[in-house]
């Protein structure tokens, strides 16, 4: 629900539309590449191996990029021919300045986390010169909710699980979400009593 709100309602993803998505492999960036590409966007992605990136073009992005590579805000925007519509960014913290760069003029950055930093530093003319936007978001309503019920029904992307762990082997799983390799979700499981 988070990605559906962040990608259509926030994002405007659509066909004809340039989405970035900060950050793939993460579990709610792979539900991002899979909602903006079926709704028929064109889907950039940055990551920080390209293994990850690979596995975000099977999962229908076009394109990534290293967001170890300083220059990556610029390889996009050139890629996007100009910059990205939408950034959806769920990292926050240093991923938000890249991001915003990587926008055209007048494009939306969405932000729904901040797993990399709870501040991150902008320079404030990047936003107002270029009409830009920043969005946040979190989860959604019943009327999303309903909304991505449908998509799902129409479309045929399934979420991308990573690993999954008995209620028993929390620490475990918490350990592999900061995992260096991991990719989609960290699933925990409930045994019936």
Same mark, same amino acid.
């Given at each position: 629900?988070?990605?559906?709100? &962040? *990608? /259509?309602? $926030?994002? #405007?993803?659509? +066909?004809?539309?340039?989405? @970035?998505?900060?950050?793939?492999? %993460? =579990? !709610?960036?792979?539900?991002?590449?899979?909602?903006?590409?079926?709704?028929?966007?064109?889907?950039?992605?940055?990551?920080?191996?390209?293994?990850?990136?690979?596995?975000?073009?099977?999962?229908?992005?076009?394109?990534?990029?290293?967001?170890?590579?300083?220059?990556?805000?610029?390889?996009?925007?050139?890629?996007?021919?100009?910059?990205?519509? &939408? *950034? /959806?960014? $769920?990292? #926050?913290?240093? +991923?938000?300045?890249?991001? @915003?760069?990587?926008?055209?003029? %007048? =494009? !939306?950055?969405?932000?729904?986390?901040?797993?990399?930093?709870?501040?991150?530093?902008?320079?404030?003319?990047?936003?107002?010169?270029?009409?830009?936007?920043?969005?946040?978001?979190?989860?959604?309503?019943?009327?999303?909710?309903?909304?991505?019920?449908?998509?799902?029904?129409?479309?045929?992307?399934?979420?991308?699980?990573?690993?999954?762990?008995?209620?028993?082997?929390?620490?475990?799983?918490? +350990?592999?979400?900061?995992?260096?390799?991991?990719?989609?979700?960290?699933?925990?499981?409930?045994?019936?009593?």
């Amino acid at each position: 629900l988070t990605a559906w709100r &962040a *990608a /259509v309602t $926030c994002a #405007g993803a659509r +066909a004809g539309q340039t989405v @970035l998505v900060t950050g793939a492999g %993460g =579990g !709610v960036a792979t539900f991002l590449v899979q909602i903006a590409a079926a709704l028929g966007a064109r889907v950039l992605v940055t990551s920080s191996t390209e293994d990850k990136i690979a596995r975000a073009v099977a999962l229908g992005a076009e394109a990534g990029f290293s967001y170890r590579d300083p220059d990556w805000p610029e390889a996009v925007r050139a890629a996007a021919g100009g910059g990205v519509d &939408a *950034a /959806v960014d $769920c990292y #926050g913290g240093p +991923a938000l300045a890249g991001a @915003l760069k990587a926008l055209r003029r %007048g =494009g !939306v950055l969405v932000s729904f986390g901040d797993t990399g930093a709870p501040e991150t530093t902008f320079e404030t003319a990047d936003v107002y010169w270029n009409w830009r936007r920043v969005i946040g978001t979190s989860m959604g309503s019943p009327r999303e909710y309903r909304a991505l019920l449908r998509h799902v029904e129409e479309t045929s992307w399934h979420p991308v699980v990573d690993s999954v762990f008995s209620l028993d082997e929390v620490a475990s799983a918490a +350990a592999r979400l900061d995992a260096p390799d991991r990719f989609g979700k960290v699933v925990l499981t409930i045994k019936e009593v």
